[in-house]
């Protein structure tokens, strides 16, 4: 079996399959203790081996399970396709700054022109200007944007930002990730993705 990973590592709750492969590994969504997922992007999920573990060793709690069995000399059991963790992982409440959250933050658009792809970022007030690389002075941009811009002020070509640069919170973030949902999610998965969404009218 893989490695599980200790709740009480500090990487805990990035440490996830990041690829569902079609759900033919079988991989099982983590819930918090308050049975919301420890990460929307990437969603949290392990390989099913871990889960295993994991539900062996009384970290975990299964509240579903798939169809398919995994056997040893002594014992049969389902693949666990949700668990939840026992103890309650705290949040992180500072946002690290990194491109993969600058990118979710601005929903993986050009703050500029709002296209997608081929993302790169930029500094709105340029360095050159005495511009400081910050959460409130970099934004997201694709490449002709960004080209065009150059080290110029927003002004001077005429761009307008699509919204404010700021610190996102970590429970912001995880809401953003929420309009980013994997290419495969098993149906077990769903009453726990999007319960606490509002509904509409």
């Known amino acids: 079996m ?5 709740p009480k590592d500090s990487d805990f709750r990035t440490d996830f399959t990041r690829e569902p492969a079609g759900l033919k590994h079988f991989p099982a969504l983590v819930l918090n203790a308050d049975y919301r997922p420890l990460s929307y992007y990437p969603l949290s999920l392990w390989p099913w081996q871990d889960a295993v573990k994991a539900a062996f060793l009384e970290r975990v709690d299964i509240v579903s399970e798939y169809e398919e069995v995994v056997r040893s000399p002594t014992t049969t059991i389902r693949i666990p396709s949700v668990v939840v963790l026992k103890d309650y992982v705290a949040p992180q409440k500072k946002v690290a700054f990194t491109r993969f959250n600058l990118f979710l933050r601005d929903e993986f658009s050009c703050q500029y022109c709002g296209a997608k792809g081929d993302l790169t970022f930029d500094h709105v007030v340029p360095r050159a200007a005495g511009g400081i690389t910050s959460w409130e002075n970099v934004v997201a941009a694709c490449g002709r944007c960004n080209l065009r811009k150059g080290s110029k002020s927003l002004k001077q ?5 699509r919204k404010p640069p700021r610190q996102p919170s970590s429970g912001e973030l995880m809401n953003m990730g929420r ?3 994997p ?6 998965w769903m009453d726990f993705l999007y319960w606490d969404a509002e509904l509409d009218a």
């Open 157 to 161: 070509v005429g761009y307008h930002l």
């Open 179 to 181: 309009k980013f949902p």
């Open 2 to 6: 893989t490695a599980l990973t200790d």
């Open 183 to 188: 290419n495969h999610l098993h149906e077990s």
